[in-house]
T-cell receptor, first 115, second 110 residues
Framework: GAVVSQHPSWVICKSGTSVKIECRSL??????MFWYRQFPKQSLMLMAT?????????EQGVEKDKFLINHASLTLSTLTVTSAHPEDSSFYIC???????????FGDGTRLSIL | TQLLEQSPQFLSIQEGENLTVYCNSS?????LQWYRQEPGEGPVLLVT?????EVKKLKRLTFQFGDARKDSSLHITAAQPGDTGLYLC??????????FGAGTRLTVKP
């Protein structure tokens, strides 16, 4: 199997708080992890691609200082939403990929609500 | 700009009916994937098509990849209420990037 665990599954916090989301590949090593954002009733939009040990590549329009990505090991990537505001409220989903051009395996997502 | 045009966006049908979802692009993909997503969960991979003209069947679901590797379709035969969900196509480029279509929200009424 290829299980990806995402934690937490739901976060509610006050405006100005920084929130960290973890994405772990439980039974395989992932050379690449992806972070997506999904607004209600919309599709997934790629935010950034991260490879273990190197800086993440951000999509156009995604602020790298706002969405900090760390991919410290082959099984863990983290996304930190810094100084979150209500407009950052969304469903964040990660995926992990064993090797280039192999399927991505998705986590169950994190619903972030900023009050 | 949506790289992948997926249609229809919404589809509501009665149990037992057939349906087809389309995914079109002007770009050529190395492969194309179809996912199904339930509310509050991540997408689950249904199939990957790799070869132009390829047809794959998964029980009542039939997936087709266009000859030019730019488009794909998902056909569901005799839809059931359990097929209700969000269906997403995703094209994988030759540089490993993947882009999702807008999704088709399917409702099958009993």
């Amino acid at each position: 199997g290829a299980v990806v665990s995402q934690h937490p599954s739901w976060v509610i916090c006050k405006s100005g708080t920084s929130v960290k989301i973890e994405c772990r590949s439980l039974d395989f090593q992932a050379t690449t992890m992806f972070w997506y954002r999904q607004f209600p009733k919309q599709s997934l939009m790629l935010m950034a691609t991260s490879n273990e040990g190197s800086k993440a590549t951000y999509e156009q329009g995604v602020e790298k200082d706002k969405f900090l990505i760390n991919h410290a090991s082959l099984t863990l990537s983290t996304l930190t939403v810094t100084s979150a505001h209500p407009e950052d409220s969304s469903f964040y989903i990660c995926s992990a990929q064993r090797q280039l051009n192999q399927p991505q395996h998705f986590g169950d997502g994190t619903r972030l609500s900023i009050l | 700009t949506q790289l992948l045009e997926q249609s229809p966006q919404f589809l509501s049908i009665q149990e037992g009916e057939n349906l087809t979802v389309y995914c079109n692009s002007s770009s050529v993909f190395s492969s194309l994937q179809w996912y199904r997503q339930e509310p509050g969960e991540g997408p689950v991979l249904l199939v990957t098509v790799v070869t132009g003209g390829e047809v794959k069947k998964l029980k009542r679901l039939t997936f087709q990849f266009g000859d030019a590797r730019k488009d794909s379709s998902l056909h569901i035969t005799a839809a059931q209420p359990g097929d209700t969900g969000l269906y997403l196509c995703a094209g994988v480029g030759y540089n490993n990037d993947m882009r999702f279509g807008a999704g088709t929200r399917l409702t099958v009424k009993p």
